[in-house]
């Protein structure tokens, strides 16, 4: 069955703001498209997307794989077969069923390095997974690193995300030039995020990655971080959720 979803995923250096501008894409694309099926993935093995969603994680991939992994090791290998045979459906068992949206998390999926062929097969499970659902919002760690392991390695939009800072436009750029050899996505596009003011955004080079967006500093978001708030109920005219929506238009998502 070819998988027909629209498959976004966020990457970029670390502390730019990558799962609140996910959480704000889950938003809007819930309150656009109310008849159609959302996954958010947490690919981040802090696991700052469920916070940001207002979800209770109980079981993520990686402690399905554990359980596989200890199955192995125990030598038991017809239950270890069995079990990568159950997985899709464990996987379905920890898919978490919320308002408008279900929500998966990744875990820390490479902590055991010598269980490759798992782990491929736990990213094919998330790719049939997401056979299931229109749209797929997938919230990655920072850096380069899930790109290289070629767990984004079929999305249909890379959004990459940066700060103002010299170093955030280079950790896009690079991730960039990674994803242009290993990743098929069809549309690519930087959201500068947290600054200042409009003032900053001439000095700010992307190297040639278009910016579909520039968001200012959001007092609103800043405290729905401090309190851990469900970043879904974040008011219509906040910063972050009126450039996530100028973003999405562009990339012809809404």
Avoid: W
């Amino acid at each position: 069955m070819e998988n027909n979803a629209t498959i976004i995923a966020l990457s970029g250096k670390g502390g730019v703001g990558k799962t609140s501008i996910s959480a704000a894409i889950v938003k809007l694309l819930v309150e656009a498209y109310p008849d159609k099926k959302i996954l958010a993935i947490d690919a981040d093995p802090a696991v700052g997307l469920s916070t940001a969603l207002g979800i209770e994680v109980e079981t993520t991939i990686d402690d399905i794989r554990k359980e596989i992994v200890s199955t192995v090791e125990d030598g038991n290998t017809k239950a270890a077969i069995e079990l990568l045979g159950d997985a899709r459906y464990k996987i379905f068992d920890a898919l978490v069923e919320t308002d408008g949206f279900a929500f998966i998390a990744v875990g820390r999926p490479e902590s055991a390095g010598c269980y490759c062929k798992i782990n491929a097969y736990l990213k094919e499970v998330i790719s049939l997974l997401s056979a299931d659902f229109d749209f797929v919002v997938i919230d990655g760690e920072a850096g380069v690193e899930q790109i290289n392991r070629r767990v984004m390695e079929k999305v249909t939009h890379l959004l990459l995300i940066t700060d103002a800072s010299k170093k955030g436009t280079q950790v896009i750029s690079t991730i960039k030039s990674v994803a242009d050899e290993l990743v098929m996505y069809k549309k690519i596009g930087a959201i500068v995020n947290r600054i200042p003011d409009e003032s900053v955004i001439p000095h700010i080079n992307t190297n040639g990655i278009p910016v579909l967006s520039y968001i200012q500093n959001d007092t609103n978001l800043a405290i729905y971080d401090i309190e851990g708030k469900n970043i879904t109920k974040l008011p219509e005219d906040s910063n972050v959720v009126t450039g996530v929506k100028k973003a999405l238009t562009e990339l012809d998502i809404l």
